[in-house]
């Protein structure tokens, strides 16, 4: 029983891992094809991976022979008339909405890339699978395709269309392919990169320009506030010294106001003499400071003391 259920797995996960093959070869399209032109440009064939996973082109078959795609023929018999795609090379791994492009030249001792026919207006290209046996994709190049054109795939509608601009690992449609692949417009514009390098030195350039009129404006403004904080200082130090003065002279007046007072029943005319003089004093002193003589009317208490040693001395 357990033997049986070992068996199930194992041809359930053999179907699996065919199913997921079959799958990623489906997902191997040809996207792009340009025949040999009068020019001397030759043939290439590109090859595009639909999928979201990376797809190995290894060990499949190319051909530019019609008669492999009749369907009665063997395996053996169909191999024979087709180019194989050598298997090992990193080359052929082609990662997600990725492409390929083979050069069809006849030359493939050049690399795994060049193939071993060329390609005319009205020849076929078709993909088999490593079987020999499955037709994965195929097309017909138009007979009256022009010299400097290609036969390009719109994955949109599924049609094809002659591309008079011809766009080899890039997408099919021009636009689309200059809105999306801006680095490949540039170096197909500036091939050699010197519009690369004045393009830096003028960023470098104009970034050094903006940082010196930055710290000019904010060099200046920042050396008017400090001859203005230069010029408001002294003033300051001035008023808080003048206030100082003005605190000591009015601290002095109220502790003679107050000695006066505890002495005023003694009796001692010339220590309240001295105590008035020095009172006035303190304030002719303040009054010279400020610049200000302040009068007030009505009788003082400095008036009444004088009062009380007149009458002393009368008596």
């Given at each position: 029983?357990?033997?049986?259920?070992?068996?199930?797995?194992?041809?359930?996960?053999?179907?699996?891992?065919?199913?997921?093959?079959a799958d990623?070869a489906?997902?191997?399209?040809?996207?792009?094809?340009?025949a040999?032109?009068?020019?001397?440009?030759?043939?290439?064939?590109?090859?595009q991976?639909?999928?979201?996973?990376t797809q190995?082109?290894g060990?499949?078959?190319?051909?530019?022979?019609?008669?492999?795609l009749?369907?009665?023929?063997?395996?053996?018999?169909r191999?024979?008339?087709?180019?194989?795609?050598?298997?090992?090379?990193p080359i052929?791994?082609?990662?997600?909405?990725?492409?390929?492009?083979?050069?069809?030249?006849g030359?493939?001792?050049?690399?795994?890339?060049?193939?071993?026919?060329?390609?005319?207006?009205?020849?076929?290209?078709?993909?088999f699978s490593?079987?020999?046996?499955?037709?994965?994709?195929?097309?017909?190049?138009?007979?009256?395709?022009?010299?400097?054109?290609?036969?390009?795939?719109?994955?949109?509608?599924n049609?094809?269309?002659?591309c008079?601009?011809?766009?080899?690992?890039?997408?099919?449609?021009?636009?689309?392919?200059?809105?999306?692949?801006?680095?490949?417009?540039?170096?197909?514009?500036?091939?050699?990169?010197?519009?690369?390098?004045?393009?830096?030195?003028?960023?470098?350039?104009?970034?050094?320009?903006?940082?010196?009129?930055?710290?000019?404006i904010?060099?200046k403004?920042?050396?008017?506030?400090?001859?203005?904080?230069?010029?408001?200082?002294?003033?300051?130090s001035?008023n808080?010294?003048?206030?100082?003065?003005?605190?000591?002279?009015?601290?002095?007046?109220a502790?003679?106001?107050?000695?006066?007072?505890?002495?005023?029943?003694?009796g001692?005319?010339?220590?309240?003499?001295?105590?008035?003089a020095?009172?006035?004093?303190?304030?002719?002193?303040?009054?010279?400071?400020?610049?200000?003589?302040?009068?007030?009317?009505?009788?003082?208490?400095?008036?009444?003391?004088?009062?009380?040693?007149?009458?002393?001395?009368?008596h």
């Open positions: 029983m357990n033997g049986h259920k070992l068996f199930t797995l194992a041809a359930l996960l053999m179907l699996f891992f065919v199913k997921a093959s990623g489906q997902s191997l399209r040809l996207s792009e094809v340009a040999s032109d009068s020019n001397g440009n030759s043939a290439w064939i590109e090859i991976n639909t999928s979201y996973g190995n082109l060990g499949f078959y190319i051909t530019n022979n019609p008669a492999a009749n369907t009665e023929l063997d395996a053996p018999s191999i024979k008339m087709m180019h194989l795609i050598p298997t090992g090379n052929t791994q082609i990662t997600p909405q990725n492409c390929i492009v083979l050069q069809a030249d030359q493939d001792n050049l690399g795994i890339q060049h193939l071993e026919f060329t390609l005319i207006p009205g020849d076929i290209v078709a993909i490593g079987n020999g046996v499955d037709l994965i994709d195929s097309l017909t190049i138009p007979v009256d395709l022009k010299d400097g054109q290609s036969w390009a795939k719109n994955f949109a509608n049609s094809w269309y002659v008079d601009r011809p766009t080899p690992t890039q997408a099919n449609d021009y636009a689309t392919a200059k809105h999306n692949n801006k680095i490949a417009e540039f170096k197909e514009k500036d091939p050699h990169g010197f519009g690369m390098a004045i393009m830096a030195m003028g960023v470098v350039f104009s970034c050094l320009v903006l940082l010196y009129v930055f710290f000019k904010f060099g403004l920042f050396s008017r506030l400090g001859n203005a904080n230069a010029q408001i200082a002294p003033l300051a001035s808080s010294k003048a206030h100082s003065q003005d605190s000591d002279a009015e601290a002095t007046v502790a003679l106001l107050a000695v006066t007072e505890a002495t005023s029943g003694t001692d005319e010339n220590l309240d003499i001295a105590l008035i020095l009172s006035l004093e303190a304030e002719l002193a303040h009054d010279e400071e400020s610049g200000i003589i302040t009068i007030l009317p009505g009788n003082s208490m400095w008036a009444d003391k004088g009062t009380q040693i007149a009458q002393r001395q009368l």
